[in-house]
């Protein structure tokens, strides 16, 4: 089965920038959609980030990092990054990247049950 592997989380300072990457080994990874999602001990799973089939190209953000992530994919690689800038320490959580082999769009998208794709997470720590 294929699975989702994040890449690139740490520690870093407020204002501090990080990318994480997700790579989704699928020989038809064009039409994998993938999202990024986050969960703190104290919150239900959110939603960062998604883009859809390569066909669409649809992206779209949480509103609390609307702005300030930025969502890119490159399907010669399977690679999906989250490029995230001006970082809080609310921002401080295990990121997730999610995908499914489909399409969807607006607020579809940000609905994990939708993502049957699963990867570990990678933790995201922003110091004060």
């Known amino acids: 089965q294929v699975q989702p592997v994040e890449s690139g989380g740490g520690l870093v300072q407020a204002g501090d920038s990080l990318r994480l990457s997700c790579v989704v080994s699928?020989?038809?990874?064009?039409?994998?959609?993938v999202a990024w999602f986050r969960q703190t001990p104290r919150k239900e799973r959110e939603f960062v980030a998604s883009t859809t089939t390569r066909a669409a190209s649809l992206i779209y953000y949480g509103e609390a990092v609307q702005g300030r992530f930025t969502v890119s994919r490159v399907n010669s690689n399977s690679t999906v990054f989250l490029q995230m800038n001006s970082l809080k320490p609310e921002d401080t959580a295990v990121y997730y990247c999610?995908?499914?082999?489909?399409?969807?769009?607006?607020?579809?998208?940000?609905?994990?049950?939708?993502?049957?794709?699963w990867g570990q997470g990678t933790q995201v720590t922003v110091s004060s």
């Open positions: 699928a020989r038809t990874f064009s039409r994998f959609s």
């Open positions: 999610a995908a499914f082999d489909g399409f969807c769009s607006g607020v579809g998208c940000r609905d994990r049950r939708l993502y049957n794709l």
